[in-house]
């Protein structure tokens, strides 16, 4: 099946720093890359996701990569701002499944 | 329009006994998905439902879990008899299941077992 590491697991930036976290796969199947992002006591919610016929997507101050020769996607966010302090979890898979990493744990210090 | 909803949000039990968990996933998601999430962890799937057919519960520990998604919209999960190692977020997610991938979470009951 489906193996998703995800780093780093613990990330502190400045407000108004950018912040990247990096996700490894490991079946090159996967086509779906979707980041959820997970505040404390609430439900995960996706943030913005990827497709594997595309190597970049931006939405506002969040932007994702992929590259899938290497079997690795990350999320770029710009302009942090303290609303982003969360936990991020990249995933991997199809369209109907997907294994999640550990998450990451954003931390914008005001 | 209404989100995926769960209860109980909070549930403690003693070792050994039953406990049940409920989800009603948003109107028209035909696909319904149950993941456990350990403390610091990712959620990890434990079964995926397309329409009432449980199509992947190769996560599902059998000994004690059990699901079902008799009418192929709500779905109940069971754990019987409940251990130590249960204590988890246990999340239910849905989606339309026409291809575009979305999950939408439910709040997760949050289980403590003593």
């Known amino acids: 099946g489906e193996n998703v590491e995800q780093h780093p697991s613990t990330l502190s930036v400045q407000e108004g720093d950018s912040a990247v976290i990096k996700c490894t796969y490991s079946d090159s199947a996967s086509n779906y890359f979707p980041w959820y992002k997970q505040e404390l006591g609430k439900r995960p919610q996706l943030i913005i996701d990827i497709r594997s016929n595309v190597g970049e997507k931006k939405d506002q101050r969040i932007a994702v990569t992929l590259n899938k020769t290497a079997k690795h996607f990350s999320l770029h966010i710009t302009e942090t701002q303290p609303e982003d302090s969360a936990v991020y979890f990249c995933a991997a898979g199809g369209y109907q499944k997907v294994t999640f990493g550990i998450g990451t744990k954003l931390q914008v210090i005001p | 329009e209404a989100g995926v909803v769960q209860s109980p949000r909070y549930k403690i039990i003693e070792k050994k006994q039953p406990v049940a968990f409920w989800c009603n996933p948003i109107s028209g998601h035909n696909t319904l998905y149950w993941y456990r999430q350990n403390l610091g962890q990712g959620p990890e799937l434990l079964i995926r439902?397309?329409?009432?057919?449980?199509?992947?519960d190769s996560q599902l520990p059998k000994d004690r879990f059990s699901a079902e998604r008799l009418k192929g919209v709500d779905s109940t999960l069971k754990i019987q008899p409940a251990e130590l190692g249960d204590s988890a977020v246990y999340l239910c997610?849905?989606?339309?299941?026409?291809?575009?991938?979305?999950?939408?979470f439910g709040p997760g009951t949050r289980l403590t077992v003593t």
């Open positions: 439902y397309e329409n009432e057919e449980a199509v992947d």
């Open positions: 997610a849905s989606s339309l299941g026409d291809g575009l991938g979305e999950q939408y």
